[in-house]
């Protein structure tokens, strides 16, 4: 059975971007795969270090919307990543595969650097968390990593520690992987901005209540030029029409829609309204799911799951620690 990986760091609730992007995806792929999912507090705590708290707090909070979204943890083993220091140790070995220089050109990391205004100050923690992500996906074997777009730098980058690692010590104990997008690649903010965030505070969370969701949806970014119901409209940037493409389930009938829009004659209110009672309808049961849960059980549950991940990790370190032939 082929094996899957995935996480999130966790720096609050998850979005309806990490729905489209991935959450629905794995929860398909927990029935055909082997999966783990990786929550990932040590990489968070790389951007988020003068704030532990909140990387604690969330991890309840993104277990809570896994659980939610129907990813069933007998099926899946969701584990915490500071949980498993093998992963660290791991990471120590693969920094010696990669130089300085390829780091700074990861797209990701550059990108994330400029937004965060860490240009000149950023830690070495985080320049280097391609290289821990390396250490998470290799050390479960993990073919298939379910993400978002703005993660295919880091499966490339993971794939060239793995075939460095394997021909440096002339055996094939790492495994290389590749990305499953979803259809939907990356969802836009509710204001219009390319992408969906919690940091961006344009994002539909999984548990807003019905009132902020209509409110939401309300304040969704649509044409500006189509003042007029009968006025021709563009549907292109249009917010409504990505999320009815991203979550409407009847496709032809978007379509339709689209160029009744394009047309003239159709006003955004009515869009607006179709639009909500299709989330309101999708984040009913999540939301309900959700505030049915009980911490201290999924506490435990991330106890319990952590020691299967870790026995995992160990027997990874162990391989490599052989292929470097360090195992004193
Ligand atoms: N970098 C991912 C994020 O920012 C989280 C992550 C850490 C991850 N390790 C991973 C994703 C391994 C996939 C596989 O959300």
């Known amino acids: 059975m ?6 999130d760091r966790p720096t609050g609730k998850l979005h309806l971007g990490h729905y489209a992007g991935s959450l629905k995806n794995r929860v398909k792929l927990q029935d055909e795969y ?29 277990v809570k919307d896994y659980l939610a979204v129907g990813i069933d943890p007998k099926k899946c083993t969701i584990f915490i990543q500071s949980l498993v220091p093998e992963l660290a140790e791991l990471t120590m070995y693969y920094m010696n595969m990669v130089t ?40 479960f074997k993990a073919e298939v990593i379910p993400v978002g777009e703005d993660q295919l730098p880091m499966i490339e980058q993971t794939n060239e520690i793995v075939r460095r690692f394997n021909h440096t010590y002339k055996k094939d104990v790492l495994v290389e992987c590749e990305a499953m997008l979803s259809n939907v690649r990356r969802l836009v903010g509710i ?31 649509t044409d500006p030029q189509h003042i007029k119901v009968s006025d021709p409209g563009h549907v292109e940037g249009n917010v409504v029409f990505e999320y009815l493409d991203a979550f409407y389930s ?60 870790r026995d995992v990790a160990k027997d990874t370190l162990y391989d490599v620690k052989e292929a470097i032939g360090i195992n004193y």
């Open 34 to 62: 082997k999966s783990y999912i990786m929550i990932a507090d040590t990489q968070a705590l790389s951007d988020n270090y003068e704030n532990p708290e909140k990387i604690k707090i969330s991890i309840l909070e993104v």
């Open 250 to 309: 009847d496709k032809q009938e978007v379509e339709d829609l689209k160029q009744q829009y394009i047309k003239g004659g159709l006003g955004d209110s009515v869009l607006k309204s179709m639009l909500f009672d299709c989330l309101k309808d999708m984040l009913k049961p999540i939301r309900e799911k959700r505030r049915s849960l009980v911490e201290s059980e999924l506490l435990q549950m991330l106890m319990d799951l952590s020691k299967v991940a």
């Open 100 to 139: 300085i220089a390829r780091l700074g050109r990861n797209p990701t990391v550059k990108n994330e650097m400029q937004q965060k205004g860490m240009e000149e100050s950023v830690p070495a923690g985080f320049f280097c968390y391609p290289v821990s992500q390396t250490a998470d996906i290799t050390a």
């Open 2 to 7: 082929a094996i899957v990986l995935t996480g």
């Open 191 to 221: 204001d219009g901005n390319a992408k969906a965030s919690k940091s961006l505070n344009n994002a539909i969370f999984l548990d807003d209540d019905e009132s902020v969701i209509k409110e939401k949806v309300d304040a969704m970014y």
